[in-house]
């Protein structure tokens, strides 16, 4: 009887044991990296803290599974390295879903289908995409426009190409003239123009890429299916829709990705 009475208890102890021990990863926060001067997607503000349309969805999505985040400020460029190396379970900064980076990332389902813009002073000659030949252009190192630009560079016929570590640098010398047109997100630049330091500067141009943003894990994470699901459940009940009018200004299209739930993608078709 003693035995017996004995092996309960064990039980008893070991199954209480694995539910804290389970309760206390489900308590962990969830380690994000966020290229932190990308407004409205993620920014900080003047308290340090960091706010945006992403930086939203990532709460909310860390809410529903039970937990919280802890979001470090990261260059664009280290935020491969970060997943790759599993520094993080996860990024957010506008990250286009390729072809490329799914062999060595995995991404949720995408909540926004961009283009991008091309930026300049109010008072350059570029109406259009075709206008950039033979001028000086920029973009941010390692992203989806760098990367449009560089395949088609002989296609468009610039004079020459800087790329850029920050936006803001970017921007200073677009400001300045050491650069003439700066391509980028077009809902990026259209939010930086918006403040008055930048007034000087417009979107003279727009191209329809096509191109999906989504949360960017290490390859076959753990997190990543769960992640999707809130994802889903946030299109389902509405809650994606309020974030993007939130911080985009009008309500997603019917239809359109930001609304429709979607399943993990292996392309980015």
Request: proline share 4%; no cysteine.
């Amino acid at each position: 009887m003693s035995s017996t009475r004995n092996l309960l208890t064990g039980l008893a102890v070991a199954a209480l044991t694995t539910f804290s021990g389970a309760s206390t990863m489900a308590q962990e926060a969830l380690k994000i990296g966020a290229y932190p001067a990308n407004p409205p997607w993620e920014f900080k503000n003047e308290a340090g803290d960091f706010e945006g349309f992403e930086v939203d969805i990532i709460n909310e999505i860390a809410t529903r599974l039970g937990t919280t985040t802890e979001i470090d400020g990261l260059d664009f460029r280290a935020l491969f390295v970060a997943t790759a190396s599993g520094r993080v379970d996860a990024v957010i900064s506008s990250l286009t879903i390729t072809d490329e980076r799914l062999e060595a990332q995995s991404f949720t389902q995408p909540y926004f289908s961009g283009a991008l813009g091309v930026g300049t002073k109010k008072d350059a000659d570029i109406n259009s995409i075709d206008d950039i030949k033979g001028k000086r252009i920029g973009s941010i190192a390692t992203s989806f426009p760098e990367n449009w630009l560089k395949e088609r560079q002989d296609e468009l016929g610039y004079n020459a190409y800087s790329s850029y570590d920050t936006t803001a640098n970017m921007l200073t010398d677009l400001r300045s003239g050491r650069i003439e047109a700066a391509v980028n997100d077009i809902v990026s630049l259209r939010y930086a123009f918006a403040q008055p330091q930048m007034d000087m500067l417009q979107v003279s141009a727009e191209i329809p890429t096509g191109d999906k943003f989504a949360i960017m894990l290490p390859k076959d994470s753990e997190h990543l299916q769960a992640f999707n699901d809130a994802i889903s459940a946030m299109k389902e009940d509405g809650t994606m829709a309020s974030l993007y009018e939130k911080w985009l200004g009008v309500a997603p299209a019917a239809g359109s990705v930001t609304v429709k739930p979607l399943p993990i993608p292996t392309s980015a078709d």
